[in-house]
């Protein structure tokens, strides 16, 4: 079946640097990812939608010039958060959605997640 | 707005039991309904996907259901096991967004 990577699955770096989250769809193009962050024990929090070729698209009280997202190609989004500081330690989930498909049928599938710890 | 609920928020079981997880939408129109198990630490897998015209569909011991006049959803898992304790997550397409929207999630344990 469809598989999305992610990379990397786990990360510790230290206040201040900038850790870069890749997200890869293996076996299918996806014009649109998503990326979330999900806290213990609570449910996936959208952070922003990403879109092949344009700017992403943040939720409210998600800060673009931290995440950073780029869409590169239609396998590739990336994640980078910037100047990082021990409270954006999370779990961390890219999903693709499968061009085979409109914007609402196309399959969704998630990454296995990247677990960052700042300290 | 598009809302998805989910209930109950947590649920523990005997292995070998047999649970319901439910699922209501606000979404409309709607397009698809999607099951997924997120297993702790790990990115969600799907279970099922159901179409408006889709009453009932099954994967193994999981079988949902979807009444789109009640807009409503449940999750069925036969005969537990110790591997299907995992966070159950019901996601809606459509309601005009391209973004899908995402139920808070039933966190299931099963118990030897």
């Known amino acids: 079946g469809a598989v999305v990577s992610q990379h990397p699955s786990r990360v510790i770096c230290k206040s201040g640097t900038s850790v870069k989250i890749e997200c890869r769809s293996l076996d299918f193009q996806a014009t649109t990812m998503f990326w979330y962050r999900q806290f213990p024990k609570q449910s996936l929090m959208l952070m922003a939608t990403?879109?092949?070729?344009?700017?992403?698209?943040?939720e409210q009280g998600v800060e673009k010039d931290k995440f950073l997202i780029n869409h590169a190609s239609l396998t590739l989004s990336t994640l980078t958060v910037t100047s990082a500081h021990p409270e954006d330690s999370s779990f961390y989930i890219c999903?693709?959605?499968?061009?085979?498909?409109?914007?609402?049928?196309?399959?969704?599938?998630f990454g296995e997640g990247s677990r960052l710890t700042v300290l | 707005k598009n809302q998805v609920e989910q209930s109950p928020q947590s649920l523990i079981i005997l292995e070998g039991k047999n649970c319901t997880l439910q699922c209501n939408y606000t979404v409309s129109p709607f397009s698809n309904l999607r099951w997924y198990k997120q297993d702790t630490g790990r990115g969600p897998v799907s279970l099922t996907i159901?179409?408006?015209?889709?009453n009932t569909k099954s994967n193994g011991r999981y079988t949902a259901t979807l009444d789109a006049d009640t807009k409503q959803s449940s999750l069925h898992i036969t005969a537990s096991q110790l591997s299907d304790s995992a966070s159950y997550i019901c996601?809606?397409?459509?309601?005009?967004?391209?973004?899908?929207?995402f139920g808070r999630g039933t966190s299931l344990i099963v118990h030897p």
């Open positions: 990403s879109n092949e070729g344009s700017k992403a698209t943040y």
């Open positions: 996601v809606v397409s459509g309601g005009g967004s391209y973004i899908p929207t």
């Open positions: 999903s693709a959605r499968d061009n085979k498909g409109d914007s609402f049928t196309g399959e969704l599938f």
């Open positions: 159901m179409t408006f015209s889709e």
